[in-house]
């Protein structure tokens, strides 16, 4: 019967220690990249199999991230975690899914009773309402690697992989001014929320710089779901100057913008200007359909992932954000006025 080729025999045909060639297949940083492939060679042209639970138990690496998310249906999230578990799968770790389903309460709840002993690391996206940032670093505190990933506490020293929520704002408005339009309205998302006020800082850049005024009537917080969008505008089409376009933190509450303005029988596009922010499939559905900002949620996941697991192989690993840019898809909701 063939013996099984086991650590020892790596180490003992490259002359080297057991620890190193269990440190060289983890992929572990303290390890020369040169001795890191002369065992990864090796260990293929053998046919070394790893017993995981084994390496597991003797590196006290579990191979387990936790994803903390607001919600499980939504385009942009799902995306999101498909390039998480791109990159997990390449770097052979597996994913355990949470959903807070956008409520603070649950959130707090579930990362107090999480069993941290059965995960290496978390990658989280907050929930609209958490406005109190002491559970997170009570994990933090107790070791545990966190990367937050586009929804991050206001003033969190963890790393996040964020997309350009300014700049991204700022392009959108900037090209509804650039078709003419003068009176922009931004229907935004919860205040609390970091990215709510970047977006919202990157529309306010964008009059301020081409000198129009700002109207706090024009800035309406709500929720973010399509239903929010429709309300918001019915509210903006009761004033007694309507905007001429609309600003949409995101394509669904852009695409209640639009449902809304096409029941009060005015054009999209002609007499009200809508963009987004998202590129979520629904846009390229929706009649006319929706210019917007799209988010690199796949590109988000997997670099969240990637620094997620340099902070767990490395602990003093410094802390990083990373700034990934939208890009502008230009579809029939803006006209040239």
Same mark, same amino acid.
């Given at each position: 019967?063939?013996?099984?080729?086991?650590?020892?025999?790596?180490?003992?045909?490259?002359?080297?220690?057991?620890?190193?060639?269990?440190?060289?297949?983890?992929?572990?940083?303290?390890?020369?990249?040169?001795?890191?492939?002369?065992?990864?060679?090796?260990?293929?042209?053998?046919?070394?199999? =790893?017993?995981?639970?084994?390496?597991?138990?003797?590196?006290?690496?579990?191979?387990?991230?936790?994803?903390?998310?607001?919600?499980?249906?939504?385009?942009?999230?799902?995306?999101?975690?498909?390039?998480?578990?791109?990159?997990?799968?390449?770097?052979?770790?597996?994913?355990?899914?949470?959903?807070?389903?956008?409520?603070?309460?649950?959130?707090?709840?579930?990362?107090?009773?999480?069993?941290?002993?059965?995960?290496?690391?978390?990658?989280?996206?907050?929930?609209?309402?958490?406005?109190?940032?002491?559970?997170?670093?009570?994990?933090?505190?107790?070791?545990?690697?966190?990367?937050?990933?586009?929804?991050?506490?206001?003033?969190?020293?963890?790393?996040?992989?964020?997309?350009?929520?300014?700049?991204?704002?700022?392009?959108?408005?900037?090209?509804?001014?650039?078709?003419?339009?003068?009176?922009?309205?931004?229907?935004?998302?919860?205040?609390?929320?970091?990215?709510?006020?970047?977006?919202?800082?990157?529309?306010?850049?964008?009059?301020?710089?081409?000198?129009?005024?700002?109207?706090?009537?024009?800035?309406?917080?709500?929720?973010?779901?399509?239903?929010?969008?429709?309300?918001?505008?019915?509210?903006?089409?009761?004033?007694?100057?309507?905007?001429?376009?609309?600003?949409?933190?995101?394509?669904?509450?852009?695409?209640?913008?639009?449902?809304?303005?096409?029941?009060?029988?005015?054009?999209?596009?002609?007499?009200?200007?809508?963009?987004?922010?998202?590129?979520?499939?629904?846009?390229?559905?929706?009649? =006319?359909?929706?210019?917007?900002?799209?988010? =690199?949620?796949?590109?988000?996941?997997?670099?969240?992932?990637?620094?997620?697991?340099?902070?767990?192989?490395?602990?003093?690993?410094?802390?990083?954000?990373?700034?990934?840019?939208?890009?502008?898809?230009?579809?029939?909701?803006?006209?040239?006025?």
């Amino acid at each position: 019967m063939k013996k099984n080729i086991g650590i020892k025999e790596i180490a003992d045909i490259l002359n080297i220690s057991v620890s190193t060639v269990s440190r060289a297949l983890r992929d572990t940083y303290d390890v020369n990249p040169e001795t890191r492939n002369r065992v990864l060679e090796l260990a293929k042209e053998l046919n070394f199999k =790893p017993n995981k639970n084994a390496a597991a138990l003797a590196s006290g690496s579990t191979k387990n991230i936790g994803i903390v998310i607001p919600f499980i249906t939504n385009y942009y999230f799902s995306t999101v975690i498909s390039g998480i578990q791109e990159q997990a799968y390449e770097s052979g770790y597996n994913v355990i899914l949470y959903v807070t389903n956008d409520n603070a309460e649950r959130e707090r709840d579930l990362l107090e009773n999480l069993a941290i002993t059965s995960l290496d690391g978390l990658l989280i996206s907050i929930s609209s309402d958490s406005l109190l940032e002491d559970h997170f670093e009570r994990l933090r505190n107790d070791g545990v690697p966190i990367v937050f990933f586009d929804r991050a506490p206001m003033n969190s020293t963890a790393s996040k992989v964020l997309q350009d929520d300014f700049q991204g704002a700022y392009e959108a408005t900037n090209y509804l001014i650039k078709h003419g339009y003068s009176r922009i309205a931004h229907i935004a998302g919860p205040k609390e929320l970091k990215f709510t006020q970047q977006r919202l800082n990157g529309y306010l850049k964008a009059l301020e710089q081409h000198r129009l005024p700002v109207r706090s009537d024009y800035i309406i917080h709500s929720g973010f779901s399509q239903n929010n969008g429709s309300e918001d505008t019915e509210k903006l089409l009761g004033l007694t100057q309507r905007p001429d376009a609309i600003f949409a933190v995101n394509d669904r509450k852009a695409v209640g913008a639009i449902l809304t303005l096409k029941q009060h029988h005015i054009q999209v596009g002609a007499e009200v200007g809508v963009i987004g922010f998202t590129n979520d499939p629904i846009a390229s559905v929706v009649e =006319p359909n929706l210019t917007t900002i799209e988010e =690199p949620a796949f590109e988000i996941g997997k670099r969240s992932c990637e620094l997620l697991i340099k902070h767990i192989k490395n602990r003093n690993y410094e802390s990083k954000d990373v700034i990934l840019p939208g890009r502008l898809i230009v579809r029939d909701s803006v006209s040239f006025q």
